[in-house]
């Protein structure tokens, strides 16, 4: 009877051991990484404007006789077709400022809108952050509060066991 009796204790005693073992921490996925493709360089297409040849130079001294050295020289003698060369370039410099300053206002913008993109993507990056440690210590205090209730629950009816046999013990020690 009595080696019934440590038997028994000793099954009881078991179960708790058994079941004293605390849940395990939920741990979530980490959120993918954000990978931004490569930016295409911006070029500029020049091939509309014409390159005009170099204008001929012909330089001249004071009584207007051909100088091969320009620092001797006083005159610069052009052509029509010559001095429409200089006027053409003049025309293509033109053209380039408005190129660059439109240049200019167009990466500049390119570069707003590039750096609001990378914010926004560092602002959600931050909240699926938030997010997932406030889900990971949501799931792990429903663990625990679901394991403590599991918990009281087993002890409940080993005690309900316990006094149940106790009771038929004293019973049958009574008869």
């Known amino acids: 009877m009595v080696n019934r009796i440590f038997i028994l204790i000793a099954i009881i005693l078991s179960c708790f051991l058994i079941t004293s073992c605390a849940p395990s921490q939920f741990v979530a996925k980490e959120p993918p990484q954000i990978k931004f493709q490569e930016t295409p360089k911006y070029k500029i297409d020049l091939s509309d404007i014409v390159k005009p040849d170099k204008p001929i130079h012909i330089w001249v001294d004071e009584k207007f006789q051909k ?7 006083k005159y610069l003698l052009l052509s029509h077709s010559e001095y429409a060369k200089y006027v053409s370039q003049l025309v293509i410099k033109k053209k380039y400022e408005e190129i660059i300053f439109e240049q200019e206002t167009l990466i500049n913008t390119y570069v707003d809108i590039i750096n609001g993109l ?3 993507v560092a602002l959600e990056q931050a909240k699926a952050k938030a997010y997932r440690d406030l889900w990971v210590d949501s799931e792990n205090a429903y663990r625990q509060e679901q394991y403590q209730h599991s918990l009281d629950n087993l002890t409940n009816r080993g005690i309900i066991g316990a006094i149940s046999i106790g009771a038929i013990v004293i019973a049958i020690l009574a008869l």
Do not use: N, Q, T
């Open 67 to 73: 100088v091969d050295d320009p620092a001797k020289a």
């Open 118 to 120: 990378k914010e926004l």
